[in-house]
């Protein structure tokens, strides 16, 4: 897990604590291909690192995570390429989280600025999370025409509840810090400037208690809480490939690119 093995992330040990940045400042550390597959490889790699007791996620620059990367042909995908490949493809957010939540140590999420889309889907798969005072959390994905992919929908419904879940994902509503701490999705507000130290002094406390209970407890807890949703999130990336392939999607983004009105048709 060499931390020069990352063009998109940076890696700091510091002792029994593990610091991966999100290192695409310049664009607000949005989420391509590249900067999955090195998310989850990272994820992956604590498997082996029996020193790291605690792993903290946060983004260099302003943001956590802007979500996916939506500029142009970010991961040219080969359009002629086989239905069962895209599909695939597809299905690389949905592994990235995977590997936050197989992560045995405990994680948390030092939340600057915003998490959008895929970059909360991130926030949401870690054990704990502390936002500074000017964070947000919003889910654009209802505004390009699209449902929420990578098997999230049942991780923010369990810290939030069905309502205001729907206000978020179906709604697109735009929620800022204490709400967030009001309605269980951040553990703890702080200052921005003190939003390491806050998240160091949590990995600290946690990295002093046993970690071999402590790891089972989590991966029990995770068990629970996590039990049906293989049986019902696995067909997130099918209904992505269909909404994606809509009129009304093909209308959000003209929208969304030329600033005009939708008219949405059901079609």
Not at 84 to 104: F, H, N, S, T, W
Not at 107 to 126: D, E, K, R, V, Y
């Amino acid at each position: 897990m060499a931390a020069d093995l990352y063009s998109n992330l940076l890696v700091e040990k510091r002792g029994e604590v593990t610091v991966v940045s999100f290192n695409r400042p310049r664009k607000a550390n949005a989420l391509d291909r590249k900067h999955l597959e090195e998310i989850e490889a990272v994820s992956l790699g604590f498997r082996n690192d029996p020193q790291t007791r605690v792993v903290i996620f946060t983004g260099t620059g302003t943001h956590f995570s802007s979500g996916a990367d939506l500029s142009p042909d970010p991961d040219p995908i080969d359009q002629e390429a086989s239905l069962v490949l895209r599909r695939r493809r597809a299905r690389i957010g949905e592994r990235a989280v995977q590997a936050i939540l197989d992560i045995d140590q405990v994680t948390i999420a030092a939340w600057n600025g915003a998490a959008m889309g895929g970059g909360a889907c991130l926030a949401t798969a870690m054990d704990f999370r502390i936002g500074a005072d000017d964070c947000f959390m919003q889910y654009p994905e209802i505004e390009i025409g699209v449902n929420l992919m990578w098997k999230s929908l049942s991780l923010l419904v369990r810290l939030t509840g069905p309502s205001r879940t729907k206000r978020l994902v179906a709604g697109g509503e735009r929620i800022f810090a204490n709400e967030l701490h009001q309605w269980g999705i951040l553990d703890q507000v702080v200052p921005g400037e003190d939003l390491l130290d806050t998240a160091m002094e949590w990995a600290r406390r946690y990295a002093r208690l046993p970690p071999i209970p402590q790891q089972m407890i989590k991966q029990s807890v995770n068990a629970i809480a996590n039990a049906l949703d293989t049986s019902i999130m696995h067909m997130d990336v099918d209904q992505n490939l269909l909404t994606a392939s809509t009129e009304d999607r093909r209308e959000a983004i003209r929208n969304y690119l030329d600033k005009t009105v939708p008219e949405f048709k059901g079609n």
